[in-house]
């Protein structure tokens, strides 16, 4: 096994230029699954993830037909006694808005210095190309010393629509001894980083409505409830001095932090002067009592992420608007419920919403938050392999952000998640010129070809 390590880093290593070749071309696919427009793309980037497969050797490859984009799946068995890894990844990328900020086309896959410019570089294409190139390198050095499935879907950045309803029809399908979702990334360059918490999602639109049609702001000022000032009275009151969300019964289930993990996470690098830099503030802002690596991960939040009403050109026009929007989300920690969130908002508008105005609410996303064990074989396996590639135990933290198919692997397949990628704080993703550093993306190959050959030599 010795040899095979070193031959399948050997092939790696000398193998970076075609590994780079085959990155950028799943990048120049704009796979956006937010726009019905580029479904002809979201299939092309599909058939190209099945021809990789195919290319691998995979025993079964197989396009699975949703009502919008298609899951990719492939697998390779037979190692009797070894573990089956099952790896989840997704082809879909964010839309590209605003066009006008990218220095380079953001489907014209760009190397600049150690960076590779694209959407989708960071998010995750990058991540899943690592994977396929790890498989690579030991394929191609004497085989894999494991069980291994795929499981790659294009609805991710809408919320996974259909993924679901289709691996709780899949189970014997997608059976393994547990999962690797590299949908995630490292705190720098270097500190490798697992995550083993993922926050949950609770997304709603709220509409306010008042006069029947916009009104001038002279003839009416003074007498009509602006919608726009009661919705920014609502939202306002959604939090306290202490930067606590006011719903009630928000904090009911809210999960605390146990010792253990309270000291796991202040060993992170990232205090009050990382957030100000990547954020470009002047001061952080968030609830009291807990430090802002805490409030990123292990607290629930409540934020606005659109706001609409009124004129918004050029210029000026004097109107009462018929009506205010605003996108709402929370973020939600372990033993929350998004349903609960829900009649929670609700509960909190019937009793503050002024009367002369009517709301709507609609439920746009919902998922809950997922804890992973820290202990398994699994994490133990990806641990050693950090510490071998980056010369220092990984960093363990918890993420904001919401992965839905971590907790629905949990529950439906009964299954923990391997969190593992190697994008960067500073990468724009969901943003213009969103990059990947392309020395860290070769480390993390390495990383997987020794996370699958300590797999091995854990049996």
């Not at 691996?167 to 399908?173: F, K, S």
């Not at 004097?318 to 939600?332: D, E, G, Q, Y």
């Amino acid at each position: 096994m010795v040899d095979q390590r070193e031959n399948a880093l050997r092939y790696a290593s000398s193998n970076k230029e075609n590994f780079l070749r085959t990155y950028q071309e799943i990048l120049l696919i704009p796979s956006i699954s937010t726009d019905k427009l580029h479904l002809p793309d979201i299939q092309r980037a599909a058939e190209w993830l099945a021809k990789q497969l195919h290319a691998l050797g995979m025993q079964k490859v197989q396009l699975f037909p949703t009502s919008q984009s298609p899951i990719v799946y492939g697998e390779m068995l037979g190692m009797s006694g070894a573990p089956t890894v099952l790896i989840y990844g997704h082809y879909d990328v964010q839309p590209v808005d605003p066009l006008e900020l990218w220095q380079t086309g953001p489907f014209e896959p760009t190397v600049v210095g150690e960076d590779i410019y694209a959407r989708g570089a960071s998010d995750m294409k990058g991540q899943a190309v690592i994977t396929l190139k790890a498989v690579e390198s030991l394929l191609q050095t004497g085989g894999l010393p494991v069980n291994i499935k795929w499981l790659f879907e294009g609805e991710e950045e809408v919320g996974s629509p259909n993924l679901e309803a289709f691996i709780a029809a899949h189970t014997d399908l997608l059976a393994c001894d547990f999962a690797v979702n590299p949908d995630s990334g490292m705190i720098g360059k270097e500190y490798p980083t697992i995550t083993y918490g993922l926050r949950g999602l609770a997304y709603f639109e709220l509409r306010v409505h008042g006069p029947a049609h916009d009104l001038h702001s002279g003839g009416y000022g003074g007498v009509v409830h602006n919608p726009a000032n009661a919705l920014a009275e609502l939202i306002a009151g959604m939090h306290d001095d202490n930067g606590r969300v006011t719903l009630p019964g928000f904090y009911d289930r809210v999960r605390e932090l146990s010792q253990e993990e309270h000291a796991e996470l202040s060993r992170l690098p990232i205090d009050e002067r990382h957030f100000l830099e990547q954020t470009g503030v002047s001061h952080l802002y968030g609830e009291s009592g807990f430090t802002p690596i805490e409030r990123t991960g292990a607290r629930p939040t409540l934020d606005v992420n659109g706001l609409l009403s009124g004129f918004t050109g050029e210029g000026s026009k004097t109107v009462i608007p018929a009506w205010a929007m605003a996108k709402l989300s929370m973020r939600l920690v372990p033993d929350q419920d998004h349903r609960e969130v829900h009649q929670q908002l609700i509960q909190y508008l019937e009793e503050h919403a002024p009367k002369d105005i009517h709301w709507e609410l609609k439920t746009l996303a919902g998922n809950p938050a997922s804890i992973s064990q820290r202990k398994t074989p699994g994490v133990r396996a990806m641990a050693k392999a950090l510490e071998t590639v980056w010369g220092r135990q990984p960093y363990f933290k918890r993420e904001g952000g919401s992965i839905p198919v971590v907790g629905d692997m949990q529950r439906l397949l009964g299954v923990e998640s391997v969190i593992c990628g190697f994008g960067l704080p500073d990468d724009n993703v969901h943003a213009p010129n969103e990059k990947q550093n392309l020395p860290t993306w070769y480390r993390g190959i390495e990383a997987y070809i020794h996370f699958f050959l300590n797999l091995s030599n854990g049996r």
